[in-house]
């Protein structure tokens, strides 16, 4: 048990609406063990502690916080892929001297879930070098993140597992949507112009046609993927008939998301978490994957995925894939396999904070 005087700040990307990231801060907060006094960076601080009871101080000022790290005994990276440059390099910036601050106030560290990179610069690489050596535990949800740690110099242990994403580790749903809407969880990425968009749009309407279903657009991130389908008919690269059967959904919980998977007849994911929460209701799934983390999970549930990368301009053979897919859940066998490759999280977790905590025990603190 960690004593209530312990204060944990947990850094990520949360309160920004993202259905993705509201899920990943339910996860781990849910594995921490009773006790624990948590701190989490939010941007929308107001929806952060009223949704999930915690303190929160602002993600996007370091002043604000470097002093909710002051506050507090430990720092964890929860979840998501926060040691990257795609963003930007002043991202990575943010999270290292967010490390060397608590490394600097002798404070441990967990990278908790964490996928590492893309690191495009190589003195992003040296740096990141450098904060896994101060790190003291960490947990990466695919082979590759791992595989990356270990060439920059991170020697693996046992506090330091691979395991499926954390937000396997939610509870399981129910499917009974056979017969249900098609349901799509999309985003805008520069992987897919004007022909790209027309290729998917027909095939989504040659699906939606041949099988009488209604089409139901759920926004996952809301500052990037509200109003797309509005747009996309606006821009002319949607059929007329495709926009007569859709809906845009508007949800604000993970739960919801699930709820919405649980009724559908097929969920098309282009959103990682989306396919994750989609398959944790057992609904039948196919993916878009824009990033090879899509692909990845894609083929931990083996349902299919088309990579945006190599797409065919040919809406009838994409149209074929999916309708092959409609109203057939994932495999139970696939999905138990994920949840329990996740819980290698959880038992990192308890591990490093039952160190921690000993540690502390022993001072007197």
């Given at each position: 048990m960690v004593s209530n005087s312990k204060k944990l700040l947990i850094c990520g990307y949360y309160g920004e609406h993202n259905l993705g990231d509201d899920a990943l801060l339910q996860a781990l907060l849910a594995d921490l063990p009773a006790g624990c006094s948590v701190v989490v960076t939010a941007a929308d601080e107001a929806q952060v502690r009223k949704r999930f009871g915690v303190q929160t101080c602002n993600r996007r000022s370091f002043v604000n916080t470097f002093k909710g790290l002051i506050r507090c005994n430990f720092l964890i990276f929860g979840g998501g892929s926060l040691l990257q440059d795609s963003t930007s390099f002043k991202s990575l910036l943010f999270y290292s001297a967010l490390i060397i601050a608590a490394r600097l106030q002798g404070k441990s560290i967990l990278l908790w879930g964490q996928g590492l990179g893309p690191l495009r610069r190589w003195y992003s690489r040296l740096l990141v070098r450098l904060l896994l050596a101060n790190v003291q535990s960490a947990s990466w949800r695919d082979p590759d993140s791992a595989a990356l740690a270990k060439e920059l110099g991170r020697n693996p242990t046992p506090s330091d597992p691979v395991g499926a994403d954390p937000v396997w580790g939610l509870a399981r749903g129910h499917w009974r949507g056979k017969g249900g809407a098609i349901v799509l969880a999309w985003r805008p990425t520069p992987l897919l112009q004007a022909p790209q968009w027309r290729t998917l749009l027909w095939a989504v309407s040659l699906l939606?046609?041949?099988?009488?279903?209604?089409?139901?657009?759920?926004?996952?991130?809301?500052?990037?993927?509200?109003?797309?389908?509005?747009?996309?008919?606006?821009?002319?690269?949607?059929?007329?008939a495709l926009w007569q059967c859709s809906r845009e959904l508007n949800l604000e919980r993970p739960e919801e998301a699930m709820a919405e998977a649980s009724l559908s007849g097929l969920v098309i994911a282009m959103r990682l978490h989306a396919l994750i929460l989609a398959a944790l209701t057992g609904a039948?799934?196919?993916a878009l994957s824009y990033d090879p983390k899509v692909s990845a999970a894609a083929a931990g549930l083996s349902c299919q995925c088309l990579d945006l990368v190599l797409l065919q301009?040919?809406?009838?053979?994409?149209?074929?894939?999916?309708?092959?897919?409609?109203?057939?859940?994932?495999?139970?066998?696939?999905?138990?396999?994920?949840?329990?490759?996740s819980k290698k999280h959880h038992r990192g977790l308890a591990l490093e904070l039952g160190q921690i905590n000993s540690k502390l025990f022993s001072k007197g603190t």
């Amino acid at each position: 048990m960690v004593s209530n005087s312990k204060k944990l700040l947990i850094c990520g990307y949360y309160g920004e609406h993202n259905l993705g990231d509201d899920a990943l801060l339910q996860a781990l907060l849910a594995d921490l063990p009773a006790g624990c006094s948590v701190v989490v960076t939010a941007a929308d601080e107001a929806q952060v502690r009223k949704r999930f009871g915690v303190q929160t101080c602002n993600r996007r000022s370091f002043v604000n916080t470097f002093k909710g790290l002051i506050r507090c005994n430990f720092l964890i990276f929860g979840g998501g892929s926060l040691l990257q440059d795609s963003t930007s390099f002043k991202s990575l910036l943010f999270y290292s001297a967010l490390i060397i601050a608590a490394r600097l106030q002798g404070k441990s560290i967990l990278l908790w879930g964490q996928g590492l990179g893309p690191l495009r610069r190589w003195y992003s690489r040296l740096l990141v070098r450098l904060l896994l050596a101060n790190v003291q535990s960490a947990s990466w949800r695919d082979p590759d993140s791992a595989a990356l740690a270990k060439e920059l110099g991170r020697n693996p242990t046992p506090s330091d597992p691979v395991g499926a994403d954390p937000v396997w580790g939610l509870a399981r749903g129910h499917w009974r949507g056979k017969g249900g809407a098609i349901v799509l969880a999309w985003r805008p990425t520069p992987l897919l112009q004007a022909p790209q968009w027309r290729t998917l749009l027909w095939a989504v309407s040659l699906l939606a046609q041949q099988s009488e279903r209604q089409v139901l657009w759920l926004p996952f991130h809301a500052n990037q993927d509200r109003g797309m389908l509005l747009d996309l008919y606006q821009k002319g690269f949607m059929p007329e008939a495709l926009w007569q059967c859709s809906r845009e959904l508007n949800l604000e919980r993970p739960e919801e998301a699930m709820a919405e998977a649980s009724l559908s007849g097929l969920v098309i994911a282009m959103r990682l978490h989306a396919l994750i929460l989609a398959a944790l209701t057992g609904a039948p799934c196919a993916a878009l994957s824009y990033d090879p983390k899509v692909s990845a999970a894609a083929a931990g549930l083996s349902c299919q995925c088309l990579d945006l990368v190599l797409l065919q301009n040919d809406p009838e053979q994409i149209k074929n894939i999916w309708i092959n897919q409609l109203d057939k859940p994932l495999s139970s066998n696939q999905i138990e396999s994920q949840i329990n490759s996740s819980k290698k999280h959880h038992r990192g977790l308890a591990l490093e904070l039952g160190q921690i905590n000993s540690k502390l025990f022993s001072k007197g603190t």
